[in-house]
T-cell receptor, first 115, second 115 residues
Framework: EPEVTQTPSHQVTQMGQEVILRCVPISNHLYFYWYRQILGQKVEFLVS????????KSEIFDDQFSVERPDGSNFTLKIRSTKLEDSAMYFC?????????????FGPGTRLTVL | SQKIEQNSEALNIQEGKTATLTCNYTNYSPAYLQWYRQDPGRGPVFLLL?????KEKRKERLKVTFDTTLKQSLFHITASQPADSATYLC??????????????FGKGTKLSVKP
């Protein structure tokens, strides 16, 4: 069964460093998302991506964040200068068709720890 | 602002009983509502979707109801098993615009089923 994969599973970085979180969505999916979950809190939407551009982004997704789909399979989230409060689980998700009714398939997450 | 509340942070029940989880929302009129399961350290997994014109949806031992007047959804697991122990998340489609389907999640209810 196809699944969303994410690497690395755990990333430790120093405050101020750049990190790139990688995702491989399901191959025939068209819509891609990043969410984050701070420990003990709810899953929060960051950004959606369709047709090689950002569709929507939340207030969390400021200038420190960027997304890219560099080739036909990878989808990346870059945090330019990490802060302590960026420590969280980051989930990539994908969806096949348009319309919010369709289920989203989530990856296993990358745990980002900023020291 | 929009709010999604899952009334219980934790619910403990005996194996074989029916678990009922509640999701309430305010300042929103979603066209559909989704339920996800999340195990510790893992990404959410889609369970069920219900549309505003549907009162009830079933899938095996799962049942979801949707009352747009009360702004409430109930999620039932019948004949519960220890393997059902997990956190269950209610999610609405966000209103950032367009049809990109970004999800707004509740904080979740942690269900524990004791043998």
């Amino acid at each position: 069964e196809p699944e969303v994969t994410q690497t690395p599973s755990h990333q430790v970085t120093q405050m101020g460093q750049e990190v790139i979180l990688r995702c491989v969505p399901i191959s025939n999916h068209l819509y891609f998302y990043w969410y984050r979950q701070i420990l003990g809190q709810k899953v929060e939407f960051l950004v959606s991506f369709y047709n090689n551009e950002i569709s929507e982004k939340s207030e969390i997704f400021d200038d420190q964040f960027s997304v890219e789909r560099p080739d036909g399979s990878n989808f990346t989230l870059k945090i330019r200068s990490t802060k302590l409060e960026d420590s969280a689980m980051y989930f990539c998700a994908s969806r096949r068709t348009s319309g919010g009714a369709n289920e989203q398939f989530f990856g296993p997450g990358t745990r980002l720890t900023v020291l | 602002s929009q709010k999604i509340e899952q009334n219980s942070e934790a619910l403990n029940i005996q194996e074989g009983k029916t678990a009922t989880l509640t999701c309430n929302y305010t300042n929103y009129s979603p066209a559909y509502l989704q339920w996800y399961r999340q195990d510790p350290g893992r990404g959410p997994v889609f369970l069920l979707l219900i549309r505003e014109n549907e009162k009830e949806k079933r899938k095996e031992r799962l049942k979801v109801t949707f009352d747009t007047t009360l702004k409430q959804s109930l999620f039932h697991i019948t004949a519960s098993q220890p393997a059902d122990s997990a956190t269950y998340l209610c999610a609405l489609v966000g209103d950032y615009g367009g049809s990109q389907g970004n999800l707004i999640f509740g904080k979740g209810t942690k269900l524990s089923v004791k043998p």
